[in-house]
């Protein structure tokens, strides 16, 4: 799934919107589990202010009706929370699939639902939190896919994937960062990119954890075609980010790719399309020229025209997508 939208054009329009990740995992032993940090995620900490505008009868009736189903308009009502109805429409998904695969595309098509629900948002504060419905489908399904692996998966299996969890959980806020810059930047409409951005990792990551646990059970599972725009780490093997490689666009609509190369130097440029998953890469300079090639087992930045720090010839490997 491609970033819904530029940043550029997010704050011309403000049509576009996603989802906000309101939960994380954290480790418990040997496994990993979820829980909730409403209180610090941007969008619950904008939902504070005098911006949202809450029903307090919706909310009382949300919270004493505990058979609430998905047969609801939430635009009459954006800032009320719809969490306990989107999780339980996602996991009737989950209970009636036939498939992983049948699953997932079940779940994709809640989201984008919700994503054309949250269009309806016309305050800067309602969408907001419209913008974190989304999301809050692709996290459950997180979850609850995680917790399946937790199960079937043999020991070795499990413990990679562990692994890898880990590292994606505790790089997300950096990597989101580095695609939409820190919050004192963008003012009011900062919940709105965070959760845009957020939405897409999520999904990216469910992609990644429905394969596996569609291996693990011995099914078939079709990988999407991966987005253009979409960031890619280098961990080094460790659980540190090294180098990241953002693949964008400019608030002008314009293609462009920011490196940041451990211990070398910050590289903007331009790029076209040759096809295939590959990237013709020149840098602002035009001292710098590349190949990048992408895809969900990572990217590779091949240097073509170096100079006198990046020299020809280079390959710059991003074990980890975003």
């Avoid at 209970?95 to 639902?113: L, M, P, T, W, Y």
């Amino acid at each position: 799934m491609k970033r819904k939208v530029l940043i550029g054009a997010l704050m011309i329009t403000m049509l576009s919107l996603a989802g906000c990740n309101d939960e994380i995992f954290e480790e418990t032993g040997s496994g990993v589990s979820s829980e909730s940090i409403e209180e610090t995620a941007p969008d619950k900490q904008e939902a504070d202010t005098d911006e949202q505008a809450t029903s307090e009868d919706t909310q009382a009736d949300l919270s004493e009706n505990d058979n609430s189903t998905s047969d609801f308009d939430p635009t009459k009502d954006f800032g009320a929370d719809y969490t306990a109805d989107i999780e339980k429409e996602v996991e009737a998904a989950i209970s009636s699939a036939s498939s992983i695969q049948d699953e997932f595309d079940k779940v994709v098509k809640i989201a984008a639902k919700y994503d054309e629900y949250a269009q309806e948002a016309m305050g800067q504060a309602d969408m907001n939190m419209a913008s974190a419905w989304s999301v809050k489908v692709y996290d459950y399904e997180l979850n609850s896919l995680w917790g399946r692996i937790d199960k079937s998966a043999d020991a070795a299996t499990k413990e990679s994937l562990l692994s890898a969890q880990r590292n994606w959980n505790s790089m997300k806020e950096d990597v989101i960062i580095s695609e939409i810059g820190p919050r004192e930047e963008s003012g009011t409409i900062y919940p709105l990119l965070y959760n845009n951005c957020m939405g897409s990792l999520t999904y990216n990551r469910d992609v990644i954890l429905a394969s596996e646990l569609a291996k693990i059970k011995g099914e078939s599972f079709t990988m999407p075609e991966r987005a253009l725009y979409n960031t890619y780490v280098d961990t080094q093997g460790t659980s540190d980010i090294y180098s990241t490689m953002v693949i964008t666009q400019s608030m002008e609509g314009d293609d462009i790719v920011k490196l940041a190369l451990y211990r070398e130097k910050d590289i903007e440029g331009s790029f076209t399309k040759k096809g295939n998953g590959e990237l013709e890469f020149t840098d602002d300079t035009g001292s710098i020229k590349g190949i990048i090639k992408y895809g969900w087992d990572g990217a590779i930045f091949e240097v073509t025209q170096g100079d006198d720090i990046i020299a020809t010839g280079e390959k710059h490997v991003f074990d980890m997508v975003f």
